[in-house]
C-alpha cells in the first residue's frame, strides 16, 4: 500500500459512523451484511449510510457485492491487513513486535499456504 492509498484510507476511517460501519463489517466476516441491516444496527440514516458506504468504497477498505436484489457488503480484509502492515512496517526498529494479526479469508489462505 501506498502512503496515498493510506491517507485515503484513515481519512475515511476518520469519521465517527464509518469508523462504526467498517467495524461492524470486519465482525461480519465474509458474509458481510445488507445496507439495511448496517443501517438498523448502528442507528444510521439509508441516505447517510450511503455516503459512507460509498466514501469506504472509495477508499478501498469495503466490497459491494450484489446477491439478488440486495447490495452485500464486506470489510476488504486484505486492504485492512495492508494498512495495518503499512502502520507498522519500522515499529520496532524493524523487528517484529507482536504475532502476525492478519484476519480474514485472505490471511487464512496466506498462512496455510506458508505452512504448507
Known amino acids: 500500500m501506498d502512503a496515498a492509498a493510506v491517507v485515503g484510507a484513515l481519512g475515511a476511517l ?5 469508523l462504526a460501519v467498517f467495524r461492524l463489517l470486519v465482525q461480519a466476516g465474509d ?4 445496507a439495511g441491516a448496517i443501517a438498523e444496527a448502528l442507528g444510521i440514516p439509508n441516505s447517510s449510510l450511503s455516503f459512507h458506504l460509498a466514501q ?3 477508499a ?3 466490497r ?17 491487513n495492508a494498512l495495518l502492515g ?3 512496517e519500522n515499529c520496532c526498529a524493524g523487528a517484529a513486535c507482536a504475532p502476525d494479526t492478519t484476519c480474514g479469508s485472505e490471511a487464512a489462505h496466506a498462512h ?3 505452512t504448507a
Open 31 to 34: 458474509e458481510g451484511m445488507p
Open 64 to 80: 459491494q457485492e450484489r446477491q439478488s436484489r440486495s447490495l452485500i457488503y464486506t470489510a476488504d480484509y486484505a486492504a485492512m
Open 56 to 58: 469506504l468504497s472509495r
Open 14 to 18: 476518520a469519521q465517527e459512523h464509518r
Open 112 to 114: 496455510e499456504r506458508k
Open 60 to 62: 478501498g477498505l469495503i
Open 86 to 88: 503499512y502502520l507498522t
